[in-house]
Each structure stands twice: as structure tokens, then as C-alpha cells.
Antibody
């Protein structure tokens, strides 16, 4: 069974940093692209970032480019999102999600971790 | 960025009703269109990929059609467990973009 378990969310002040982790199990992690998608409270889904299977290629939404860094450790079956220079508008539930392969179709999602940026 | 619009933004229907949601892309996205269901407090779930393909394990009352810029999502017979928000999503171009969602509830 595919499982994605996010951690690392919490309350952080504007301008601060946070690193999210996503522990993957139930599939060959190193074979799949992975994504981060966020959802502000009461709002819709927003794609944040994508990383290819070996970590050599990444993509970002313009709203986070230069501030967030996606990475992965295939030996540890773990996906990361380093978030720097956080803003109030980054407040959201952050979902780790697995691609179908290398298709940009997301077919498995974690339960999400809440990041709140506030003073 | 490709903008996705959905209509209606919300709807109420009776159990057994046929429900239709439309999604429009701001430019031609071929069939690179997925539909997701999100129940309150839960993660989204993929229902339809590539505009019309039913994801494994998804009930056959869900279906999708369309190509280019105009797409349709249908629930052939609404069930109580279908109460959720439904999102379309394009992946023809980065960034991946989602529609604003359609909230479906029972009348």
C-alpha cells in the first residue's frame, strides 16, 4: 500500500524557515517523480513544486521560486521541501504527492501538514 | 500560465441525479486534464486522468470527456458519499494549474 506521511509543519514567523519531510513507503520511491501541492485554509489546490526520480530536475511555481527548494533522498525514501523567507500567504496545508510515474499526473497524496506563517 | 475555470462553483442535487461539471482551459491543452475529488478534511483523490480515463478502483458512475479547451465531468447517479469538492487540473504546461473547484452537496 502506498503511504506518504508528511511532517515538519508548524507555526513560523514571517521571514523564517521550515523544512517539510515526506516519508514514502509501499512503492519503489526512486522510480517516481514527486510533487508538493498546497492548499490555503478554505481555498483551492495550488501546485508548488516537482522533482524527477533521481533529483536532477526540479520545477517550481513562480510564487515560491527562489525561496523554496525541493529535494529527495532515495536511500531514505524521503522527499523534502525547504521553505525560506516565508510569508503570510504561504500559510497552507502542504501535501506530498506521488506522480503516476513521470507523467505529471498525481495519483497518491499524503494527509498533509499545516504550515502557519504568523507573528 | 494556463488558467482553468469551472462551473458551477457549487451545486445541490438529489441522490440519483445526474451531475455535470464543466471545466475550461485558457488555451488548448489537448487531453492533459485530470479530475480530483476532495472530501472535507481529506487529501484529494484522482478520479479521471487524461480527460476520460477512469482511475483504477473508481466507481463507473464517474466519467469525463472533452479535449482542447472544454471538458466535462459527470456523476451519472449521485450518491451520498459523493459529497465533496471536485477540481479539474491541467498538466499540459508547467506550472500545473487547478480549477477553483466545484462543491457538490445533497439537496
Amino acid at each position: 500500500e502506498v503511504q506518504l506521511v508528511e511532517s515538519g509543519g508548524g507555526l513560523v514567523q514571517p521571514g523564517g524557515s521550515l523544512r517539510l519531510s515526506c516519508a514514502a513507503s509501499g512503492f519503489t520511491f526512486s522510480s517516481y517523480w514527486m510533487h508538493w501541492v498546497r492548499q490555503a485554509p478554505g481555498k483551492g489546490l495550488v501546485w508548488v513544486s516537482r522533482i524527477n526520480s533521481d533529483g536532477s530536475s526540479t520545477s517550481y511555481a513562480d510564487s515560491v521560486k527562489g525561496r523554496f527548494t525541493i529535494s529527495r533522498d532515495n536511500a531514505k525514501n524521503t522527499l523534502y521541501l525547504q521553505m525560506n523567507s516565508l510569508r503570510a500567504e504561504d500559510t497552507a496545508v502542504y501535501y506530498c504527492a506521488r506522480d503516476r510515474g513521470f507523467t505529471m499526473i498525481v495519483n497518491y497524496w499524503g494527509q498533509g501538514t499545516l504550515v502557519t506563517v504568523s507573528s | 500560465d494556463i488558467q482553468m475555470t469551472q462551473s458551477p462553483s457549487s451545486l445541490s442535487a438529489s441522490v440519483g441525479d445526474r451531475v455535470t461539471i464543466t471545466c475550461q482551459a485558457s488555451q488548448d491543452i489537448s487531453n492533459y486534464l485530470n479530475w480530483y475529488q476532495q472530501k472535507p478534511g481529506k487529501a484529494p483523490k484522482l478520479l479521471i486522468y487524461d480527460a476520460s480515463n477512469l482511475e483504477t478502483g473508481v466507481p463507473s458512475r464517474f466519467s469525463g470527456s472533452g479535449s482542447g479547451t472544454d471538458f466535462t465531468f459527470t456523476i451519472s447517479s449521485l450518491q451520498p458519499e459523493d459529497i465533496a469538492t471536485y477540481y479539474c487540473q491541467q498538466y499540459d504546461n508547467l506550472p500545473i494549474t487547478f480549477g477553483p473547484g466545484t462543491k457538490v452537496d445533497i439537496k
